[in-house]
């Protein structure tokens, strides 16, 4: 399995933020010790400490972080590309591609919430999930056209490249590149180098959690990174990538973030997480209707009984498999399970929690380095009969 770690955010807290020196100590920290990857995720307008104080720009703080490093890779849960202009993303990713010689991942969403979304770009506004949802992949079709290396133009419900009417006046009609202009100088193409180091480019990863965008996701030959679900939901979606049908590509690969605390005992563990969960998911759920929160997480076929309800946050997130919170055997055992039981290869820790302190977060981390992280390193996941044979 793949172990990758995000970025720590100390939700509900701005008073040291931007926290470059812990992020900078962070990502030396799993270069060191053997984790595969950072990742992190693009959020705004934390005046409160909510929708939580990762990077502003994750692109920017992985140029950063890049130059204490030489192996791990850097990826994006995700960029906001509605919030952004697809020509600017292409250029800035391919950017930190050659910066970190080739270990960048391109990780998308088409925006986070209504907080946050048509601030930038009033037509990205979320409440239209359906023009959302087409823009996202139409800016993604032009982040991969500006890449190919080839003169191209893009003609779309939300943009029309090269910009129409732009003339060269002042180059000669004979020195105009035809791929680019026509013979009466009006521009009909565009390049945007540079271009990545990777070819055809980094890898594509969507955040998604439903089954029906995994299923688009895998028919547009992207990969996923899955966040908010139960085990058996995850089971629900990732069943759905694979029976998607994939017309001329490879099938993708998927990834989840999850939750993830060592520490000696279970009481330690939840010593910890309780409070930090309790407080992330009270904030960013609401608590009006805290069963309509919970049943959006849980699959189709399960059941949120009265016991479920009863419980708190922390314990309700432990049942269902978004928490990992306990000793080295009970995480080894839980993520054994996502493997063998999901054919889960790939594990992004999830760190925008309340709480819980730079040094708590190093000391699970130190644990988990120590007798969890070698136990999948270099083991192949068992993938699902049902899921081989789709």
Known sequence: MRIDSGLHAHAGDISEFPNIVEWRDQARFCEDA??????????HFCWDGWTTPTPTNPIMIMSNLCADTSRIRFGQTGVAINDWHPLRVA????LLDHMTDGRVEFGFMRGLNNRTAGNFNPAADRRDLE?????MWESLEIVLKAWSGKPFSHQGREYTLPVPGWYDKDTPREELDPDYFAPDGEMIALGVPPWPVQQPHPPLWLMADSPGSHREAAARGVNVICWGRSFEAMRESWQAYRDAEVPSRERGKLAMMRCVFVAPSMKEAADVMRPAINELMAKSTGTKNPAWSRRGLLASYEELTPEDEALDWFDFMQKIGWS?????????????RYEEDLGADHLIMYWSVARVTAKELRGSQDMFAEHVLDHFKGHAPAVPAEAASA
């Not at 250029?91 to 391919?94: L, R, S």
């Not at 023009?131 to 823009?135: G, V």
Request: overall charge negative.
């Open 91 to 94: 250029e800035d990713i391919a």
């Open 34 to 43: 053997g984790f595969d990857g950072i990742w992190s995720a693009e959020h």
């Open 324 to 336: 990992i919170a306990g000793t080295p055997e009970y995480v080894r055992e839980t993520l054994q």
């Open 131 to 135: 023009r959302a949802n087409a823009m």
